[in-house]
């Protein structure tokens, strides 16, 4: 895989990403919902932390704006290196899976850093009114943006374990809870082909 057909992947989940979260932004409420499918919902949500929301204030004896600014540095520092690993395989004439699996994680953890970094600074809040883009009254600053989310597939909700089934018998489950984004999409597929192809994408890569 070219550097080339790399850089334009990448360009394409971008575009696909920021313009989804931006017409989201500026569309909905926030926890305004669109219903596409029984299965599928577009469910608008902002992420302050990290993976599932986890906030590192939560987690360490610090504030969550030193936590968020943190957490959108290291985020900055984690795409140079992401960068420069896809650069080196390239170079390298790596396998096609390993440079598309970076690729792919490349893209989506950019895509998430210009949340952060950009989002605060440039959109208004969305609670109770549909944000603006380029706010006069933005609801941050540099580095201290959220991360849009929309993407919601409850394929399972308020169902029940059968009584007979160990330790859960009779307890509510749902699935699938989580809420993401194009970014957060690629990332995983990403991580998926390097788990699951890990002997053909580093069998002739020196990394």
């Not at 919902?41 to 610090?62: M, Q, R, V, Y």
């Not at 960068?83 to 004439?93: P, S």
Request: hydrophobic fraction near 50%; charge should be neutral; charged fraction near 15%.
């Amino acid at each position: 895989m070219s550097l080339k057909k790399s850089l334009l992947l990448i360009i394409i989940i971008l575009l696909i990403d920021q313009i989804s979260k931006i017409y989201v932004k500026t569309h909905f409420v926030y926890q305004d919902s669109v219903e596409v499918f029984s299965w599928f919902k577009i469910l608008f949500i902002e992420n302050e932390g990290a993976a599932w929301g986890t906030k590192l204030s939560d987690l360490l004896p610090i504030s969550d704006s030193a936590g968020k600014l943190f957490l959108t540095v290291f985020r900055l520092f984690a795409i140079c290196g992401i960068g420069y690993w896809l650069y080196d395989i390239i170079q390298k004439n790596a396998p096609k899976v390993l440079i598309l699996a970076v690729s792919l994680i490349f893209a989506g953890a950019f895509g998430n850093i210009i949340d952060s970094i950009f989002y605060g600074a440039i959109f208004n809040e969305s609670y109770n009114e549909v944000a603006t883009l380029f706010s006069d009254q933005p609801y941050g600053r540099l580095f201290y943006g959220k991360v849009v989310d929309m993407l919601y597939f409850p394929i399972i909700q308020n169902a029940t374990w059968p009584s007979w089934v160990p330790f859960f018998g009779g307890n509510n489950f749902s699935f699938f809870d989580p809420i993401f984004n194009v970014a957060d999409t690629a990332i995983s597929t990403g991580v998926g082909i390097l788990i699951f192809f890990n002997k053909k994408a580093f069998s002739k890569s020196k990394i």
